[in-house]
């Protein structure tokens, strides 16, 4: 699924920037260059949305209880 229509990046985009380390909205957006000129900057909320779902679920799976 796009998330930014401007640079034409998609969700598993997003997903691999994340595991080079980009680990906030701020260093995605930086990376894409989503500030450039000709970007109009609607996709920041929803890359917002998939960081903090990154987020909360990298948590919970932190805090799953280890089966034997
Ligand atoms: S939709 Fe991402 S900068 Fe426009």
Known sequence: M???L???????DVREAGRQ????TRQII???GLRENG???RCAK????L???????LERA???????
């Open 2 to 4: 796009y998330v930014c």
């Open 46 to 49: 929803n890359i917002h949305e």
């Open 6 to 12: 401007c640079k034409g990046l998609t969700e598993s």
């Open 21 to 24: 380390g980009c680990l906030t």
């Open 51 to 57: 960081v903090s779902l990154a987020k909360s679920q």
């Open 30 to 32: 930086a990376e894409f």
């Open 62 to 68: 932190c805090h799953k209880p280890v089966s034997s």
């Open 39 to 41: 970007c109009c900057g």
